[in-house]
């Protein structure tokens, strides 16, 4: 069985220079267009999604997962404030404990980093989210993002099965824990 690939290349690059355009100037925008990339992107191809320069250690996810922090902070730095509801500040707690014990217990190596990252993840979105959903209006753009990428995801399935069934060496290659 061949490698597994991500999106093109190309992919990660627009998303990293869109995402520092939107984080620079428009950091609620930039928000906007992770929520967008995270439900439109095909989750098993996204993880493949590496560059050479940084290899196994970023990829299609983590780098929406920065943007995302990126906005946080430029939007903090501008209104001056990043709110950190108390639910957030008790998992942030949780997760220093763990983290501090596995990295104790295990060492620091790829693979426990990958699983501190990986536990991290949920409260850093969740963090952003409360941060730039604080209104009606907030809500309203956040649900038509969420829209959006679904009906990209959808369509984005769609495609892939239509050539899945002309190939079906493409299925096979798109989604390997079919093969088990």
């Known amino acids: 069985m061949e490698a597994l690939q991500g999106y093109p290349l190309p992919v990660f690059y627009a998303a990293l220079i869109i995402g520092v355009v939107l984080v620079c100037y428009r950091p609620q925008w930039a928000f906007l267009f992770i929520v967008f990339c995270l439900s439109v992107r095909n989750y098993h191809l996204a993880v ?20 995302g922090v990126a906005a946080l902070l430029m939007n903090g730095i501008r209104k001056s404030r990043i709110w950190f509801p108390p639910i957030v500040l008790a998992i942030i707690g949780i997760l220093l404990a763990g983290t501090f014990q596995s990295l104790f217990l295990y060492g620091f190596n790829y693979f426990v980093m990958r699983d501190i990252w990986a536990s991290w993840i949920f409260p850093i979105m969740f963090l952003i989210g409360v941060n730039f959903v604080r209104n009606n209006e907030d ?33 096979a290659r798109l989604y390997p824990i079919l093969l088990i």
Not at 54 to 66: A, C, I, Q, R, S
Not at 139 to 146: C, E, H, K, T
């Open 139 to 171: 809500s309203r753009l956040f649900i038509w993002a969420l829209f959006l990428g679904s009906l990209g995801a959808a369509i984005q399935h769609i495609i892939s099965v239509q050539l899945s069934v002309a190939n079906p060496e493409h299925l």
């Open 48 to 67: 493949y999604t590496r560059t050479p320069f940084l290899g196994e250690f970023v990829n299609l996810n983590d780098l929406f997962l920065w943007i």
